[in-house]
């Protein structure tokens, strides 16, 4: 993989999105790459596009994103979901991807 487009969607009613940094995949092979992220917490997106700019790309397992949330509403189910992404090959081919499933969370005051 060379390039990542991603749309990630949260409850902004129950989370604050406060920042999303580059994670290690790209960062394997000491594969230069720009990050950039647009946080849009009224609608609870977060936009990740991530370009490498070696030529064969990274392989393997890493992570893509780490995204810090804070929480200000309690939520007996909140989610954070993948709505969309579009990995690109070395040569700008689309990859194949099997989106996760959504990540389901309690969110509860501390006693």
């Known amino acids: 993989m060379r390039n990542i487009e991603l749309m990630l969607g949260f409850d902004a009613n129950s989370l604050k999105a406060v920042d999303a940094i580059e994670g290690t995949f790209l960062k394997q092979k000491d594969i230069p790459s720009t990050f950039s992220k647009d946080?849009?917490?009224?609608?609870?997106?977060?936009?990740?596009?991530?370009?490498?700019?070696?030529?064969?790309?990274?392989?393997?397992?890493?992570?893509?994103?780490?995204?810090?949330?804070?929480?200000?509403?309690?939520?007996?189910?909140?989610?954070?979901?993948?709505?969309?992404?579009?990995?690109s090959g070395a040569s700008g081919e689309p990859l194949p991807l099997s989106e996760p499933v959504p990540y389901a969370l309690i969110l509860n005051s501390r006693p």
């Open 39 to 87: 946080i849009f917490e009224s609608s609870g997106q977060i936009a990740i596009d991530l370009a490498g700019s070696g030529e064969q790309g990274a392989t393997g397992a890493g992570s893509v994103v780490a995204v810090t949330f804070e929480v200000i509403a309690e939520a007996a189910r909140s989610e954070i979901s993948v709505t969309r992404a579009t990995p």
